[in-house]
C-alpha cells in the first residue's frame, strides 16, 4: 500500500477551475494504478478518472471526458486532476486511491485511499 494525502479542493463557480494534487508516500508509487472517485452527498463513490503506472494510459467518466485532465509525476509521487469548466453537479468529496497493475472502475479493487478533498460548485 500507498498513503495518500489530497489537497487543492474547494468552493468556485461554475465554469471555473480547479487542480486537485495527490502526494503518495512509499517506495511503490511508480508501480500502481492511480484513480480520481467522487462522492456526493447521499450517493455512492464514482471513478472519475484513472492512469496507469507510467502515465500512458488514462481513462475517464463520459461526464468529465473533455473537462477534466488526470496526470502523474512519479519523480514527485503525486498525481494530478486538473478540472476546467466546472458544473454544480461536480460537487463532491473527491478521493485519490491506488491499486497495482491496472486501472478498474470498481473502488472495492482499490487498496490505497486518501482522506479526500471536497469540492463545492456555485451556480
Known amino acids: 500500500q500507498v498513503q495518500l494525502v489530497e489537497s487543492g479542493g474547494g468552493l468556485v463557480q461554475a465554469g471555473g477551475s480547479l487542480r486537485l494534487s495527490c502526494a503518495a508516500s512509499?517506495?511503490?508509487?511508480?508501480?500502481?494504478?492511480m484513480a480520481w472517485f467522487r462522492q456526493a452527498l447521499g450517493k455512492g463513490r464514482e471513478f472519475v478518472a484513472g492512469i496507469n503506472w507510467s502515465g500512458g494510459t488514462t481513462t475517464y467518466t463520459d461526464s468529465v471526458k473533455g473537462r477534466f485532465a488526470i496526470s502523474r509525476d512519479n519523480a514527485k509521487n503525486t498525481v494530478y486532476l486538473q478540472m476546467n469548466s466546472l458544473k454544480p453537479e461536480d460537487t463532491a468529496r473527491y478521493y485519490c486511491a491506488g491499486r497495482r497493475n491496472y486501472i478498474t472502475y470498481d473502488p472495492h479493487e482499490y487498496d490505497s485511499w486518501g482522506q479526500g478533498t471536497q469540492v463545492t460548485v456555485s451556480s
Open positions: 512509499g517506495r511503490t508509487f511508480s508501480t500502481y494504478a
